[in-house]
Each structure stands twice: as structure tokens, then as C-alpha cells.
């Protein structure tokens, strides 16, 4: 069975966006490393306040509202790409 890249949460302390994605990543057993936007100034630049994003390696997958339905269909085309064959 194909398993789920861990991925990136841009977050900031806060932000009810970024606690209600974690909620929802948490309760679709996602694997993510949540890092705070605010401890890098190239990170807080980039950004700015367009978080919560959810990204694989450098590369933005969702920003926004984060909600079960929307991570669902992206739960989906992740474990699409990672399928044997």
C-alpha cells in the first residue's frame, strides 16, 4: 500500500487557519512537520500571511483553508503518485 509523503505546514502562533488544517491533517493521518513562518525571515517573506500552506519539498500543494474535504481530494492524488506501477 502506498504511503503518504511527509510534508510541510507553513503555520504561525495564532493563526485559527493553521490550528484548524492541523486538526484536519491530524484526524486524516497525514504525516507533516508544522514550521512557524515567523522564525525565518526568508520564510516570513515568502509567505507573508498567506498561511496556512501546505507544501511537499518546495513546492505549495493547498494554501488557505485547509478543510477535511479539500485535504481528502489531495490525500487521494498524493497516494495516486507514490502507487507502485
Known sequence: ???LPELT???RAGCHLCEQAQAAL???????????????PLLRS????DVP???LED????????????LSV?????LRETAPG
Request: net charge positive.
Open 1 to 3: 500500500m502506498p504511503r
Open 9 to 11: 505546514l507553513y503555520t
Open 26 to 40: 491530524n484526524a486524516l493521518a497525514y504525516r507533516y512537520v508544522p514550521v512557524d513562518v515567523d522564525s525565518d
Open 46 to 49: 515568502r509567505y507573508g500571511n
Open 53 to 55: 500552506v501546505l507544501a
Open 59 to 70: 513546492r505549495a500543494l493547498l494554501k488557505g483553508v485547509l478543510n477535511r474535504g479539500r
Open 74 to 78: 489531495l490525500k487521494l492524488q498524493l
